[in-house]
């Protein structure tokens, strides 16, 4: 499980409508690579970030915190130098490039794929979590691939390396592997203008521990997770994960598109598991949650094979009934829970310890009052746990 680095030199030039920067790395049409950026000191208001091969990626601005870019990267031609443009809606770009590194991830696009299902709410995303945030744990993994799904196709997030996007509304479309990153955007335009979060913590906390404790019987094989994003609505609705509808709902036929294309695309490819969080939206539905929920694992694992689960606690004060509810509806699904409603090779990851007199706000972001999502830092110990968990259902 390795990618190599290639050295990039920082440099820069401002003008008065986008910043350029070259980095000296010598590519050939033969490799495919991908490429980070790591971006500090944003002024608010959305720039545009252009570089060879990648048009179109929009990014919040952020002042407070760092960013972190990525993207699949193809030459048409030998060269020596990457630039990246950066261009400002507003005519005054403001930012800092604190790291370039160009990987050469030809061996995982070419291996075949060990997919990671990943499904949930926001908390999964990771998009709001902000305290806590680390800019060296939290960078991207080139160990691993990512396939996303997104919901909102207005904001923009790369799904091949042409940067084409797909809409629910439309017909399902299928991503192109990338690294491991956060293409996810946060819920609306409004937010992204507001500035977003820069690395998504669960993602980047579980592949970095997947790939460092790989199992010798998945040598050979690239960890790529499929990644969907959620609504802020109930995710058995038709618009989300319904599978009982016909339709069915549009984030289970658009995560269903992108499997049968990543299966069919190497004969070798197989579902290795699948992480699920969310619940938050669905707090009043708790009494009827797990019929539903198991009624479309079971649909899955009768489609892609009987995969190992993980689900990951929600978020949210444990004070609040609904919430309560819900936690203890879905620990009742992990195998060893002893309950009528637990599912074979399933294991529920609870949320780290906190302080028993904070009623989970040490772990939660405050947003105002609201104290559903996790802190950036919460949210990597989340994502260890539910890799280590994943790790061991798939040597059990």
Known sequence: MTADPGEAQIDGTLTSTWIQHDFDVPMNTSNVYGVHLGIDSLTAGRHQLQTRGVTNDLFGGNGYLGAHRVARYEPANAQTTFRALFLSQDGNPQLDVIDCQVYDISTQISQPKAIILQFGQSNRVGAFG????????????????AVPTIEQTSVGAETDNTGATYSLASTCGVGVAMPMTTPLPSATPAQINAGD?????????????????????????TPTFLLSAATATS???????????????????????????????DPDNFIAGAVWQQGEADQSNHASYNAQFTTMIEELRTAYGEFPLVIAEIGGKTSIGGIANMIAAQQK?????????AL???????????????????????????????????NRQIGLSVAQALVALMTA
């Open 130 to 145: 902000v305290t806590g945030y680390d800019a060296e744990l939290d960078k991207p993994e080139f160990r691993a691939l």
């Open 197 to 221: 979060p820069p690395s998504t913590t669960p993602y980047s906390a579980e592949a970095r521990y997947l790939c460092d404790n790989w199992p010798a019987a998945y040598d050979g094989y």
């Open 344 to 378: 074979p090779l399933c294991t529920y990851v609870p949320r780290p310890a906190g302080d028993p007199g904070q009623d989970g706000e040490d772990l939660l972001e405050d947003e105002g009052g609201n104290w559903i999502h996790f802190r950036a830092d919460t």
């Open 333 to 341: 699904l992990d195998s060893n829970s002893g309950d009528a409603d």
């Open 235 to 265: 995710l058995f609705s038709q618009s989300g994960w319904d599978p009982t509808t016909s339709p069915q709902g549009g984030y289970l036929r658009l995560m269903k598109a992108n499997i049968d294309a990543l299966l069919a695309e």
